[in-house]
Nanobody, 126 residues
Framework: QVQLVESGGGLVQAGGSLRLSCAAS????????MGWFRQALGKEREFVAA????????YYADSVKGRFTISRDNAKNTLYLQMNGLKPEDTFVYYC???????????????????WGQGTQVTVSS
């Protein structure tokens, strides 16, 4: 079992930056592949970025590639999402997610993750 708590969301102007954090409980954080997803009201949850637990390999949705950076600090049991060059279309509730894995693979679909945070709102004004 792992519990996830996101923080760092807020209101920012277009072109601005935010850094989201996701604090995880437990002592085996490095065994979890981690992901960020986002969701608008009434819409499906969509993939943003993922990072493996073993070697820190990172993967991004095309819509955020070059603007967002996912990272993790296994010593602090914390996942991050640095978001630069924010656009109004980045306005969503952002969720972090975790799935236990020992093979270095990550998931790209919500169904591949077992644990979820409560979400943090990011609003980008034009």
């Amino acid at each position: 079992q792992v519990q996830l708590v996101e923080s760092g969301g807020g209101l920012v102007q277009a072109g601005g930056s935010l850094r989201l954090s996701c604090a995880a409980s437990g002592r085996t954080f490095r065994n979890y592949a981690m992901g960020w997803f986002r969701q608008a009201l009434g819409k499906e949850r969509e993939f943003v970025a993922a990072i493996s637990g073993s070697d820190g390999s990172a993967y991004y949705a095309d819509s955020v590639k070059g603007r967002f950076t996912i990272s993790r600090d296994n010593a602090k049991n914390t996942l991050y999402l640095q978001m630069n060059g924010l656009k109004p279309e980045d306005t969503f509730v952002y969720y972090c997610a975790a799935t236990l894995t020992f093979n270095g693979l990550v998931g790209f679909r919500p169904s591949e993750y077992a644990y979820w945070g409560q979400g943090t709102q990011v609003t980008v004004s034009s």
